[in-house]
């Protein structure tokens, strides 16, 4: 059959109604196919192509500054499509469920249980990070990665508390609820002074937890063991203002207040070290708090004018 046989041209068209008819529908018919295709693919290209992983620009890649202002279609339900986040969490929870049931199977998988207490750290579950981490310690004994982890989760777990119970006694303020709260700030230092003893007994060369030790002491209101710790930083430029501001915290706390005057002064005076405006302007002020206190006025009036002094310049130095 020949092409003019098959197709009607223009004027058997225009002399036959039906056929003129029957094309105009197969065309309607053909644009609004064609209409549905380029919008799939435009719903394709901005929501990512669903056979393709992450790392392959697929669904689950980050949002665009961009697409945050476009508007939803008109008939697309918004609840219907997945946010980054909610794809994310969901892979995150197959994956986890995945790693759980692997271990339950085969608790010799030492990168599994160190990738499953990571998704447990994400997900803020610090107390069964540290249940799995306990459990791998038991099996890996010797592995420092291991360690490590289980020491964070217990930090994590013990600040994780101590914030809950600190929003509970905000809330209630009742006696009991106070009570919880001394008991879960004197846990959150202990648990720092434990790991960070344990660390320093590795590796001794971590002269940064030092002062995190000194200051957990002192939260544990152990305040000459936090003295005598600070006092070990003396030497040290880098933590000599901070180790005296505490050693001065020390002294005030157990009632000598004139030795902790001499811790103070190093902070706001000395100049072969300046100490950070953090340090040195509650320095300035504690010392004029306890010139008043101890009725040392013309000491006190020093004090005020280097705090004044500081303050109009802005500065570091007074």
Same mark, same amino acid.
């Given at each position: 059959?020949?092409?003019?046989?098959?197709?009607?041209?223009? +004027?058997?068209?225009?002399?036959?109604?039906?056929?003129?008819?029957?094309?105009?529908?197969?065309?309607?018919?053909?644009?609004?196919?064609?209409?549905?295709?380029?919008?799939?693919?435009?719903?394709?290209?901005?929501?990512?192509?669903?056979?393709?992983?992450?790392?392959?620009? =697929?669904? *689950?890649?980050?949002?665009?500054?961009?697409?945050?202002?476009?508007?939803?279609?008109?008939?697309?339900?918004?609840?219907?499509?997945?946010?980054?986040?909610?794809?994310?969490?969901?892979?995150?929870? #197959?994956?986890?469920?995945?790693?759980?049931?692997?271990?339950?199977?085969?608790?010799?998988?030492?990168? =599994?249980?160190?990738?499953?207490?990571?998704?447990?750290?994400?997900?803020? &579950?610090?107390?069964?990070?540290? &249940?799995?981490?306990?459990? /791998?310690?038991?099996?890996?004994?010797?592995?420092?990665?291991?360690?490590?982890?289980?020491?964070?989760?217990?930090?994590?777990?013990?600040?994780?508390?101590?914030?809950?119970?600190?929003?509970? +006694?905000?809330?209630?303020?009742?006696?009991?609820?106070?009570? #919880?709260?001394?008991?879960?700030?004197?846990? *959150?230092?202990?648990?720092?002074?434990?790991?960070?003893?344990?660390?320093? #007994? &590795?590796?001794?060369?971590?002269?940064?937890?030092?002062?995190?030790? +000194?200051?957990?002491?002192?939260?544990?209101?152990?305040?000459?063991?936090?003295?005598?710790? /600070? =006092?070990?930083?003396?030497?040290?430029?880098?933590? %000599?203002? %901070? +180790?005296?501001?505490l050693r001065a915290r020390c002294l005030i706390a157990i009632g000598k207040d004139l030795a902790a005057m001499k811790e103070l002064r190093a902070v706001a005076l000395r100049k072969a070290v300046?100490?950070?405006?953090?340090?040195?302007?509650? %320095?300035?002020?504690?010392?004029?708090?306890?010139?008043?206190?101890?009725?040392?006025?013309?000491? =006190?009036?020093?004090?005020?004018?280097?705090?004044?002094?500081?303050?109009?310049?802005?500065?570091?130095?007074?």
């Open positions: 059959m020949s092409h003019s046989d098959s197709q009607p041209d223009d +004027a058997d068209v225009a002399r036959d109604p039906q056929a003129a008819s029957d094309s105009d529908a197969v065309t309607e018919d053909l644009s609004r196919k064609s209409a549905i295709e380029n919008e799939e693919t435009e719903l394709l290209s901005q929501s990512g192509n669903p056979d393709l992983g992450p790392l392959e620009g =697929g669904r *689950w890649r980050p949002v665009r500054p961009d697409e945050l202002l476009k508007k939803p279609r008109a008939g697309v339900d918004e609840e219907t499509i997945d946010s980054p986040a909610d794809s994310k969490q969901a892979v995150q929870l #197959e994956r986890r469920q995945e790693l759980e049931h692997k271990l339950r199977e085969n608790p010799t998988d030492l990168d =599994g249980f160190l990738e499953l207490a990571s998704i447990y750290r994400e997900e803020e &579950r610090p107390l069964e990070a540290k &249940r799995l981490l306990t459990q /791998a310690a038991q099996i890996f004994p010797e592995e420092e990665r291991v360690r490590y982890q289980l020491e964070e989760a217990i930090l994590a777990r013990s600040l994780q508390q101590f914030r809950e119970v600190s929003e509970l +006694a905000h809330r209630l303020k009742t006696a009991e609820a106070q009570r #919880e709260l001394e008991r879960s700030r004197s846990d *959150w230092a202990c648990r720092r002074i434990d790991v960070c003893r344990a660390r320093l #007994e &590795r590796d001794p060369t971590q002269t940064t937890l030092r002062m995190a030790l +000194a200051e957990a002491k002192f939260d544990a209101e152990l305040f000459e063991d936090s003295f005598a710790e /600070a =006092g070990r930083l003396l030497e040290l430029d880098e933590f %000599a203002p %901070a +180790a005296h501001f300046i100490a950070p405006t953090r340090l040195k302007r509650p %320095a300035l002020k504690m010392l004029n708090e306890l010139s008043e206190k101890l009725g040392l006025d013309a000491t =006190g009036q020093q004090y005020r004018e280097h705090l004044e002094r500081m303050e109009s310049s802005g500065s570091d130095h007074a």
